[in-house]
């Protein structure tokens, strides 16, 4: 079975930074884009990074300049650096394979005033 885990979300103030983790098993993620995608509570679940094969990346207007995408095809990894975190990017980050719509449980990322 393919299986994405997502870690490193956790509890951060405002101004602050964190490093998401995406393990990919049983998957050559080098074949496939990458996404990050969020959800707050109440909100539906928004796209906030994309890396493809080439290495070329997008990244939504909310977050662009304070978020990095990255991926590390030997390791089978993909990764979200977060700086410069706002209250308004508290939701749960899931990793996402959109090729095969394989979504990852989440990882909670809070962030207070």
């Known amino acids: 079975q393919v299986q994405l885990v997502e870690s490193g979300g956790g509890l951060v103030q405002a101004g602050g930074s964190l490093n998401l983790s995406c393990a990919a098993s049983?998957?050559?993620?080098?074949?496939?884009?990458m996404a990050w995608y969020r959800q707050a509570p109440g909100n539906q679940r928004e796209l906030v990074a994309t890396?493809?094969?080439?290495?070329?990346?997008n990244y939504a207007d909310s977050v662009k300049g304070r978020f990095t995408i990255s991926r590390d095809n030997a390791k089978k990894m993909l990764y979200l650096q977060m700086n410069s975190l706002k209250p308004e990017d508290t939701a749960v980050y899931y990793c996402?394979?959109?090729?095969?719509?394989?979504w990852g449980q989440g990882t909670q990322v809070t962030v207070s005033s």
């Open positions: 049983r998957i050559t993620i080098s074949l496939y884009t």
């Open positions: 996402y394979n959109p090729t095969l719509s394989s």
């Open positions: 890396i493809d094969n080439s290495g070329r990346t």
